[in-house]
């Protein structure tokens, strides 16, 4: 109800006035002079005031910015992607199909959606275009992305692959739009939540916050598509309406529509239960959300949902990005190990670290029991080899890098404000492994202490990380310090974010 919630703005605002005075009278209750007792219950109060304001900032946020997104002032129109991480983009996978979702007075409607094919064969090859931004351009312009827009997602940063969707779509028959959504197979389970199963036209299970993961990920390919030896291109199709690969491209189409389709006519839980059910999804970039709106936009950097390459100069950090150069889908099959050490000296700030990424590719043998689009190539290698190469995002500088301990020549760039060191392409054999070695040095302002953010690829398996952080002198004191040094060994799920102090 965009009117309610326009109704309960005013009153937001003036909840958050109250809680800033009392957090200010608050501050200049504190004296010297208070007796042990009274100070503890001031600071124990200023503490609640404090986590309180948070949150209702957060909400007189929403509250002013809600209205407009569903359509309160005029209709919102958005396109949808659904991104497919089998065959890994910068930004999660390459784009398997779109929907548009218009926003009326409230009210969501799905009013168009089909394959990505659609778009990319509508009207000539070379005749669509993209202005910006300039580092997108100039990163990926190479690849063509205006004619392939299925590969548009090579940016990590999603702001930049959402601009670019919204120049292309109303070039590739859509309508103009005012924001963009990117969503993967654990982002449509985490829908699914909330809706509860699905039935998709021609497959005999339902879509189910249980199933559509792995079924999105590699079962449909197994289960649609044609595995190798079952004749050439102009065999009949299959019985069934996803018996060939266009077909199974539709499945998928109709698997997303399904979804979209119930999650806009349902009646939906509380915020908090949306909450509990997209926020994982939205901070593992499954759920990726853009505005060309300042305002708008700057909500979903506030809640997780942005996916925008937020690695800050003068603290520790990165992100490691895969895009498939083979054209398949054996990224469902990829596993990688992530081992990150540095040590910062606490005087100059100086960091010296090595990163050593290990690639195994473990797709299952034998191949002739998978369908050629899952482990053949375009590059003219064996059935089953991975062909991909690596950027490294990071606030410092490579220096040097290896390939199973053979140094390489490699690329550096900068987008989105933010160091890009690219690998040569390379191949990773079936069932064996590839390591790379990144040698990196930097400086750190430790003014405010030590800070690390490491940021995820929503990948179809998730990164095992492993860091160590110590200093030349001292130690590191903090929550995730205990032993004096950043320790950590975990799956990387979703952002990582430390900070710490020098004891």
């Known amino acids: 109800d965009v009117d309610r919630l326009s109704e309960l703005a005013p009153a937001a605002h003036e909840v958050l006035s109250v809680l800033e005075h009392a957090s200010t009278n608050l501050a200049e209750a504190r004296s010297p002079w208070l007796v042990g007792p009274l100070r503890t219950r001031i600071d124990e109060l200023s503490t609640k005031v404090t986590e309180v304001t948070e949150v209702t900032d957060l ?11 569903f359509g309160g002032d005029g209709d919102r129109r958005y396109l949808i992607v659904f991104l497919t991480p089998a065959e890994l983009r910068g930004g999660g996978g390459f784009i398997g199909s779109y929907a548009e979702m218009t926003a009326r007075n409230g009210r969501l409607d799905l009013s168009r959606s089909g394959p990505i094919r659609e778009l990319i064969y509508h009207g000539e090859m070379g005749e669509r275009t993209i202005s910006g931004p300039a580092d997108y351009l100039r990163r990926y312009g190479r690849f063509e992305p205006a004619d392939y827009i299925q590969d548009v997602t090579f ?6 692959s959402a601009q670019v969707l919204a120049e292309l779509y109303p070039q590739a028959g859509g ?4 924001g963009v959504i990117g969503v993967d197979p654990e982002g449509l389970a985490a829908m699914l939540e909330l809706t509860g199963p699905v039935t998709v036209e021609g497959y005999d299970e339902v879509l189910s916050a249980d199933n559509a993961a792995d079924l999105l990920l590699r079962e449909q390919y197994i289960k649609f598509g044609k595995a190798a030896g079952e004749g050439d291109s102009d065999d009949p199709v299959p019985e069934g309406p996803y018996g060939s690969q266009q077909e199974r491209k539709d499945f998928l189409a109709e698997a997303t529509k399904a979804t979209f389709s119930k ?13 509990r059910a997209l926020g994982p999804a939205a901070r593992g970039r499954h759920l990726q959300v853009w505005s060309p709106t300042a305002a708008e936009q700057h909500l979903f950097e506030r809640i997780d949902a942005d996916s925008s ?35 910062i000296d606490r005087q100059t700030g100086a960091l010296v670290g090595t990163m050593t990424v290990t690639l195994s ?7 002739s029991e998978l369908p050629l689009e899952v482990w053949s190539n375009r590059s003219g290698q064996p059935g089953g080899t991975n062909v991909t190469w690596l950027s490294l995002f990071t606030p410092h500088n490579v220096t040097a890098m290896k390939i199973n301990g053979a140094p ?3 690329g550096a760039e900068e987008e989105a404000g933010v160091n890009a060191y690219d690998t040569p392409f390379f191949n990773i054999a079936p069932n064996e492994s590839v390591t790379v070695e990144f040698q990196i040095e930097g400086g750190l302002n430790l003014t405010d202490g030590y800070h690390l953010r490491i940021v995820p690829q929503p990948v179809a398996n998730p990164d095992q990380l492993t860091v160590s952080v110590e200093t030349t002198t001292g130690e590191l004191v903090g929550p995730d310090t205990p032993a004096g ?19």
Not at 263 to 275: D, R, V
Not at 485 to 501: G, H, M, N, Q, R
């Open 263 to 275: 999650l806009t006519s349902a009646s939906l839980p509380t915020p908090a239960e949306i909450g």
């Open 309 to 343: 390459l937020d690695l800050r100069r003068g603290e520790d950090g990165f992100e490691l990005a895969q895009n498939n150069a083979g054209n398949n889908k054996l990224d469902a099959y990829l596993h990688r190990e992530i081992d990150y050490r540095a040590t």
């Open 155 to 160: 940016s990590p940063n999603f702001p930049s």
């Open 485 to 503: 040094v950043v320790d950590l060994k975990k799956k990387l799920t979703e952002p990582i974010e430390i900070s710490a102090y020098f004891g």
């Open 59 to 69: 909400a007189s946020e929403v509250l002013d910015v809600a209205p407009g997104l």
């Open 361 to 367: 590719n473990d797709v299952p043998r034998p191949l």
């Open 175 to 178: 309508r103009a739009v005012d």
């Open 408 to 410: 390489v020549d490699f």
